[in-house]
């Protein structure tokens, strides 16, 4: 049974492959906000990018690898099992139904993101589902691109979290996560060049894509 009281988050992602820049900054806003848990929700059809090189079995293999001592984290594979896009509004109001229009939601994304998201799916629609944590990403620091982005911030940024806790959705909260400054892309060109990206991710999970031969062949790079 979940608690319907405790503020749920996810952080949905194609994680090819599960990297520190994904751990490290929701570690640290779930310290700061006082997140119990972190579900990390990888996508099979990811909306606005190219297919994975890594397939669904690898990249599950991958973030189960990456929490297995990080106690914070665990999975939900809904979106692994739709063939169709994964899109969040959809999720998100898959979620509710589930849990209630009381529970407190939250989907986690970072700035990269946040820049995006009126372009989603259902679009600003979203945060009618959830509420929005946003963690730092070297980069992407910008204004959102249209002035009714950036009164659509205005209008539902909080810069207290207790309100994340106290209302079901609709907040936008930009925490002061660390900069890290890596990136799935970053990973796969480094090992399609042949370079070492140990620093960059659990070692656990270099060791499986070393086993599988993963991010080796120069079609993806
Ligand atoms: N270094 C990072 N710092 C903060 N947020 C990040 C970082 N890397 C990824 N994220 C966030 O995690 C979520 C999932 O990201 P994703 O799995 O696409 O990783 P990525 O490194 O951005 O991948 P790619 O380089 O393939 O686009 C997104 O909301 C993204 O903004
Ligand atoms: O719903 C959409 O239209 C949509 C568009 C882009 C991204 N998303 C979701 O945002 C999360 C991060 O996406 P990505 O591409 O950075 O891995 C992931 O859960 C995606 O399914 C969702």
């Known amino acids: 049974m979940h608690d319907s009281s405790a503020l749920y988050a996810l952080l949905g992602g194609t994680f090819d492959p599960i990297h520190f820049g994904h751990l490290k900054p929701a570690e640290a806003l779930a310290r700061h906000v006082g997140l119990r848990k972190v579900t990390l929700m990888p996508n099979n059809v990811p909306p606005h990018r190219q297919q994975p090189e890594a397939s669904v079995s ?101 810069t207290d979290y207790a309100q994340l806790h106290q209302k079901p959705a609709g907040c936008i909260y930009i925490a002061r996560t660390p900069l890290i400054d890596i990136s799935a892309t970053e990973i796969r060109q480094r090992r399609h060049r042949g370079e070492s990206c140990d620093d960059l991710l659990p070692a656990q999970v270099a060791a499986f894509m070393d086993r599988e031969g993963l991010y080796r062949d120069l079609h993806g790079a």
């Open 58 to 158: 690898q990249r599950l293999a991958m973030i189960r690898l990456a929490i297995a001592q990080r106690p914070l984290f665990d999975i939900d594979e809904r979106e692994l099992r739709r063939d169709a896009p994964s899109y969040t509004i959809d999720t998100l109001r898959a979620l509710r139904a589930e849990r209630g229009l009381r529970q407190p939601l939250a989907f986690i994304i970072g700035q990269d993101s946040l820049l995006t998201l009126p372009s989603w799916h259902g679009g600003y629609r979203l945060l009618d589902y959830c509420h929005l944590l946003v963690c730092q990403r070297p980069g992407y620091n910008q204004q959102m691109k249209t002035s009714e982005d950036r009164q659509w911030l205005q209008q539902h940024q909080v």
